[in-house]
């Protein structure tokens, strides 16, 4: 039976109808961003993967295209998994994990296959590109996947996530001439991943970083408690050994649910996917599971990664706020600039007995969606994940600005570069917000979303 979407976040990417996950190939094209996604047209649940296509002007409108890549070619035949996009001789030019399910297990293949389109809407496919015969024999070509494509000096280089066969995740570096014929150079990292394996590798020459995700990886205290996670390490590759020389290392969102965040070809802005592998998704009933979340700035500060949200937003409402204030929101972007911040307490999306809440004390941030609306239960079972919590670092500056990006089942919240997102699903009558703030001064500002109609 055909399913129907009948609701949707209000500006943030969602499959026309049906279930995705990773943003792929997300690149700047002929004047227009362009974002892919692993989408399954046909069902709210992950299955055989297409990527679906949506294009806008300002990162914050978006609108679908037609599905730009479907399974069943050469390589690709019940799969097209993740990949990227470069634009060369004017065309558009998208790598991505072709997966052939065989008998399962080791039978498993996860090769590389490249497609071109001229006018960035309809792809033609050429099939494997970096095939077995490239991928030296101590890594599994049933778990070689998610290619991560950028120009240096004239040469084509590719990061791809493998998994050595006696061990563990491994990030790949290839290079080509042309595309078309590819060659192996090294292992970036050269060790085992924590996790079993890695995913989605992405690499930022300009600002010098590296993301990657790992799957069942091993809690880190408090402040990591995903099993899934997304790291990023600061520094740069050497070309000349195909290693990456690492300066620094942290994870990249403290929230529940994020996953899979891609850099934008020519511009350091990352889009990640706005929900959690092994968790229930209540969306599911609207037609829908999954979403991307608003781009994202980034740069590197004092060796650390930090984002800001891209979002195209007009002044509604502002107020200074004299220890406490009430508000109702629910789509729009909420920003609290604080001096000498002392405690916190934000409860966002309240109506009846619900509401999110995000405290700060002792030196954290702490955000609570126990109560929030709709249960979101995973595999994770340590205490604050049962409660609800996530937390994150809190600066401790003096002049503190703390943004919040909502819409109708998620929230983003930014402060000083660290990203703290997940998904909520409250009632959709659930409006109102509360601050209270104990502050030598605070202000508080509301931005309504620019849509488009
Ligand atoms: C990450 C991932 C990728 C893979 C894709 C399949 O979320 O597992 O490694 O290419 O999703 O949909």
């Known amino acids: 039976m055909a399913i129907t979407k009948t ?30 996604f692993q989408h399954n047209p046909a069902d709210t649940k992950w299955g055989p993967m297409h990527w679906g296509h949506v294009v806008s002007d300002d990162m914050t409108n978006w609108e ?19 990949g990227s996009a470069i634009v060369h001789d004017g065309k558009l030019w998208l790598l991505y994990t072709g997966f052939t399910e065989n008998e399962g ?34 890594y599994a070509p049933a778990d070689f996947r998610d290619p991560k494509v950028w120009l240096h000096d004239g040469i084509f280089w590719c990061l791809i996530a493998a998994r050595r066969k006696e061990g563990r ?25 924590a996790g079993i394996m890695i995913e989605c590798p992405d690499y930022n020459e300009d600002e010098g970083y590296l993301l990657w995700c790992e799957q069942f990886q091993p809690n880190e205290g408090k402040i990591h408690l995903n099993v899934h996670t997304c790291r990023y390490a600061v520094g740069r590759i050497d070309y000349s050994t195909g290693l990456f020389c690492e ?34 998704v209540p969306s599911e009933k609207y037609g829908f599971a999954g979403m ?14 930090c984002q800001e949200p891209i979002v195209s ?3 509604a409402y ?11 929101v629910k789509v729009g972007v909420v920003v609290i600039k604080a001096t000498e911040l002392r405690e916190l307490g934000l409860k966002m999306r309240v109506g009846g007995e619900n509401y999110t809440y995000l405290t700060l004390s002792d030196g954290e941030w702490v955000f609570d969606r126990s109560v929030s609306g709709e249960a979101i239960v995973g595999v994770e079972k340590d205490s604050d994940t049962l409660n609800g919590i996530r937390r994150m670092p809190f600066s401790g500056k003096k002049d503190v600005t703390l943004t919040v990006v909502m819409d109708e089942f998620s929230l983003e919240i930014f402060e000083d570069g660290r990203a703290m997102t997940s998904t909520v699903y409250p009632p959709a009558d659930a409006l109102g917000l509360e601050l209270v703030a104990d502050a030598e001064s605070c202000h508080y500002e509301r931005y309504d979303i620019q849509l488009k109609a």
């Open 105 to 138: 297990g080791e039978s498993i293949r996860q090769l590389q296959c490249l497609a071109e389109s001229s006018d960035g809407i309809n792809f033609k496919k050429h099939g494997i590109v970096i095939g077995e015969d490239v991928l030296p024999d101590e």
């Open 169 to 193: 995740g491994r990030i790949l570096l290839f290079k080509s001439k042309d595309l078309f014929k590819w060659e192996f150079v090294n292992d970036v990292f050269g060790v085992d991943s």
């Open 247 to 280: 300066e620094s290392r942290g994870i990249v969102d403290y929230g529940f649910d994020i996953y899979a965040p891609q850099t934008f070809a020519y511009k350091s802005a990352v889009m990640g996917w706005l929900n959690m592998w092994d968790r229930n």
């Open 64 to 82: 679908y295209l037609p599905i730009a890549l479907a399974p069943g070619g050469d390589g690709d035949k019940n799969g097209c998994f993740s």
């Open 313 to 315: 937003c007009e002044s």
């Open 7 to 36: 609701k949707a976040p209000a500006f943030h990417v969602t499959g026309e109808v049906g279930w995705i996950n990773d943003p792929n190939g997300l690149i700047y094209y002929k004047g227009k961003y362009h974002a892919f």
């Open 318 to 328: 502002s107020c200074d706020v004299k220890g406490s204030m009430t508000d109702r």
């Open 292 to 305: 991307l979340t608003v781009p994202r700035k980034v740069s590197i500060e004092d060796k650390r990664l």
